[in-house]
């Protein structure tokens, strides 16, 4: 029970660290650590092997979620050490078996730790299996219940516990000199953990020799829902402190068979959870070893894991991808398949809307791609939604965010991948024009910081008898510029970024293009370059009969287009 209450602690003091925030982007009184929690939170290890721990830290605001790593335990002398950035416990070849302590402290805050049980065995140390009978059986209004546990080493004894029980007179006692048969007395108020499918009741029998290896039962107060609900867990749900419980819900396509799809990080993580468990030492459907590469297309099995072993598939590149789970063969599929185009809108969340929600709607260019243009304040800064956030608020963890440190400078005319599961934002260090772009097929973002707009441009050509003093054109939108008139045949002409005088080529500079005289393309856009000085020669020309022609010319998508008026 106490691990539930942890839960609802944290979730309750995440939601009032949220309630009311304004800015999303500032630091806040509220900024602490409630706690870690390291995972595997107990794994054994062979002489000569390494493992990889990992931390969940429940962190609320600003509160940073590093940690520093530590053993102990491990004899002086033999070389066994924790890398204390990585969380990789190396265990020299000649550690003495033994049990070692590791250790995830909070860089935030030093009082808070969390810890895993590591026994080491010799590498030559034959297998040791505890198994139960039964390991599921009802209730069904019964006082008691026999199990028997099943020792693979001769003469092995165990001993039983019971956990999750909600009556203080449910409890379990050997019923046999050899210890491997014991009877569950049910108190008369039993009604197990309502918390869970079934509401079970959990027996274990662990090895007395080997107290790492042990098997687990469920007596189920309740009936279960088999086959009829599954959850993804993993980095497609996480929180500010890490992976959240119980995960993802998962679409049920068929009886047994559950799908999730949507956008990963490269090297992202994930499991099942079949019974949607809300504490990490229960059952899941995994694969046999940890960090197991995915391979894509083809269906590969999983393993029912007890214990709270946390065995990981890991995907080998970012992208959106479709994932099966089959309860019926015990086996998951994943394909990676093309961003939801057509359902997906997204939002500029931070600086430039003053970290208010939705956000700023983002344009949709393409299928695959959304821009904004704007002006950003110096150190702005700005991640981006994929849901309408006017009614879910700051919670869920639909972001498209940074994969580097919160605020971090966003790099310029560069793609930068993004992090499906953070909410770390980026920043812009100069303030100015920006153009921010969004690939939600590649998972990548751009940056380019532009000039400020243009108040005035003017039309220079043969539509102005080449009178350098141009004519003024309109500005319906900022940066964007219109002329209408009458053209005549084959007319060149350029722009004019700054007011001259008649006479006046070689002041200020021009928008034109290269080479000279180079024809448009009536009713598509060109691109159009700065040019300083006379730009003689750097014209555009309309190779048709002369008309009437609207001119439109965008500063900041750097575009022109010329079209035939009706």
Do not use: K
């Amino acid at each position: 029970m106490s691990r539930r209450f942890w839960l609802a602690l944290a979730a309750a003091v995440f939601a009032a660290a949220f309630a009311g925030c304004d800015s999303g982007g500032g630091a806040a009184a509220g900024d602490m650590v409630l706690g870690v929690t390291v995972r595997p939170g107990e794994v054994t290890v062979e002489q000569g092997e390494s493992r990889r721990f990992e931390a969940e830290v429940y962190a609320t605001g600003n509160a940073t979620s590093d940690v520093t790593w530590s053993v102990s335990g491990n004899a002086p002398g033999h070389g066994t050490f924790i890398n204390t950035a990585t969380g990789v416990l190396s265990v020299a070849s000649s550690e003495p078996p033994g049990l070692l302590t590791v250790t995830a402290r909070s860089g935030f805050d030093g009082r808070r730790y969390g810890t895993a049980l590591v026994p080491v065995v010799l590498a030559s140390e034959p297998p040791v299996t505890v198994g139960i009978s039964p390991a599921t059986v009802m209730a069904g209004g019964r006082g008691t219940i026999e199990f028997e546990a099943l020792v693979s080493v001769a003469g092995g004894l165990v001993e039983w516990f019971v956990s999750e029980n909600s009556s203080d007179y449910t409890w379990i006692a050997p019923a046999s000199a050899d210890t491997l048969s014991a009877l569950l007395i049910i108190g008369a108020d039993e009604t197990g953990n309502p918390y869970e499918d079934g509401s079970p009741v959990i027996v274990t029998a662990r090895s007395v020799d080997f107290p790492y290896r042990y098997a687990r039962a469920r007596v189920l107060f309740a009936e279960p829902t088999p086959l009829q609900r599954m959850w993804i867990v993993g980095d497609m749900n996480r929180g500010p402190g890490g992976w959240l419980l119980p995960g993802a819900p998962m679409l049920p396509q068929a009886p047994g068979v559950f799908v999730w799809g949507g956008a990963l990080e490269r090297d992202a993580q994930f499991r099942f959870n079949p019974r949607g468990a809300v504490t990490w030492y229960e059952d899941w459907y995994a694969p046999d070893a940890n960090y197991t590469p995915v391979i894509l297309g083809g269906a590969v099995p999983m393993t029912s894991l007890s214990g709270g072993t946390g065995n990981s598939w890991i995907i080998p590149r970012a992208g959106w991808y479709t994932i099966t789970a089959d309860r019926n063969e015990m086996t998951v599929r994943v394909e990676r398949t093309g961003s939801p185009a057509g359902d997906l809108d997204l939002w500029l969340v931070g600086s430039p809307g003053g970290w208010t929600l939705p956000g700023v709607p983002m344009t949709r260019e393409s299928d695959y791609t959304f821009s904004w243009t704007g002006e950003m304040l110096a150190n702005g800064n700005f991640r981006f939604s994929r849901i309408d956030r006017a009614a879910d608020g700051w919670s869920g963890a639909d972001w498209f965010a940074s994969t580097g440190a919160d605020n971090a400078p966003a790099p310029l005319a560069a793609d930068v991948r993004m992090s499906v599961s953070g909410q770390n934002t980026w920043s812009v260090v100069e303030a100015g024009w920006y153009t921010i772009t969004v690939n939600p097929d590649t998972l990548t973002m751009r940056v380019v910081r532009l000039e400020p707009p243009l108040e005035n441009l003017w039309i220079v050509g043969a539509m102005t008898g080449w009178d350098s003093a141009g004519i003024p054109m309109a500005s319906p939108a900022e940066g964007v510029f219109v002329w209408e008139g009458t053209v005549p045949a084959s007319a060149n002409f350029r722009f004019s970024r700054t007011q001259r005088g008649s006479g006046d080529w070689n002041s200020g500079s021009w928008f034109g293009t290269t080479p000279n005289n180079s024809p448009v393309v009536l009713g598509g856009e060109v691109p159009i370059s700065v040019f300083v000085g006379s730009a003689s020669y750097n014209n555009w020309m309309i190779p048709t009969a002369g008309g009437q022609y609207r001119i439109t010319v965008d500063q900041f998508a750097m575009t022109l287009r010329v079209e035939a008026m009706q």
